[in-house]
Structure formats: structure tokens, C-alpha cells
């Protein structure tokens, strides 16, 4: 009865070093014949998307697909394939910083998936140029030149000079 569980036991040890251990094919693809399946050939069972790592808007992602013989549990073949990374997805964007006449202004943007945050320069606008009419002097009445101004922040860009009056 001892010599019987002991077989036993011996069977199941080598049951699960077969299937918790399967031997690995070698490199060159040669796989030697299948001692557990009725015919002493392999029998491909696949499993797809093993191991899978999600791609992310900067970095690639990856699973595997593995194949091994549905009987003794041989690895057959394992192949690595590669999921392209997502990349941002951009949101319209806020502007942080209007721009004014004279600096630039800033927009950032934030990807929707990670949070990230991207910034861009927009453009100065430039001055709204103002006339500011000349005047010509009298008798009594100081005359001015022509000028400029800015009609957006008011800066004065051509100031006005005075010709002093003419008199009587």
C-alpha cells in the first residue's frame, strides 16, 4: 500500500513539473517529436494578447502572442508585437496670457488622456494706429503738427509739436 502512494505521488510530481515547467523549443525551430499525443506530433493551441501592456499617449505598448502544443504543453513559438503609443489628444486650449500690443501672449493646452500640458506664443497684435489731426496756428492759437496714437492701449507713437501763434 506505501509503494502505491508513493507511485502515486511520484506521477503527480511529474504531472506538474510537465505542465508547470514545459520544456522551451529550441531557437532554430526544430521541435523534437510529441511523446504525449496520439499521433507523436505537436498540436498548436494559440493564446492571443498574453501579457498585454497598454500604449500611452508617448510610449509603445506590446502583448504576445504564444503558441504550444495542446498536449505536452511544448512552447512552439512566441512572437512580440508592438501597439503603436496614442499620442496626445489635444484639447482647444486656454489662453494663460492675452497678448497685448507690444508682447506676445500665451494658449496652453492640455492632453485630454495624460494631462499634459503644451504652451504656444501668440502673436503681439501691433498697434491700432490713431490719427491725430494737425492744426494749423492763428492769430491767437498755438498750432500742432500731426500725430499718432494707439486707439487699443493708448501709447503715443507720433507726437504732436506745437508752432507757437502767429500774433497780429
Not at 510530481?13 to 523549443?25: E, G, S, T
Not at 511523446?35 to 497598454?54: A, L, V
Not at 495542446?70 to 508585437?81: A, I, K
Request: with cysteine; proline share 7%; glycine share 10%.
Amino acid at each position: 500500500m506505501k509503494q502505491t502512494w508513493l507511485k502515486l505521488i511520484g506521477i503527480l510530481l511529474a504531472a506538474v513539473m510537465v505542465f508547470a515547467f514545459p520544456p522551451i523549443a529550441r531557437a532554430d525551430g526544430d521541435h523534437p517529436e510529441c511523446p504525449d499525443s496520439y499521433d507523436g506530433k505537436h498540436h498548436e493551441d494559440r493564446g492571443y494578447g498574453i501579457n498585454r501592456i497598454e500604449p500611452t499617449c508617448t510610449e509603445n505598448g506590446s502583448y504576445e502572442n504564444i503558441a504550444w502544443c495542446m498536449f505536452c504543453g511544448q512552447l512552439l513559438s512566441r512572437e512580440t508585437v508592438i501597439i503603436p503609443a496614442t499620442g496626445h489628444n489635444w484639447d482647444w486650449g486656454t489662453v494663460t496670457t492675452p497678448p497685448t500690443c507690444t508682447t506676445d501672449g500665451v494658449i496652453t493646452y492640455h492632453c485630454q488622456t495624460c494631462g499634459t500640458p503644451f504652451t504656444q506664443a501668440i502673436p503681439a497684435t501691433g498697434h491700432t494706429v490713431a490719427t491725430m489731426p494737425a492744426k494749423e496756428a492763428t492769430c491767437e492759437e498755438v498750432g500742432l503738427t500731426e500725430g499718432q496714437y494707439c486707439s487699443t492701449c493708448g501709447e503715443i507713437l507720433l507726437y504732436q509739436y506745437s508752432s507757437p501763434a502767429l500774433g497780429h
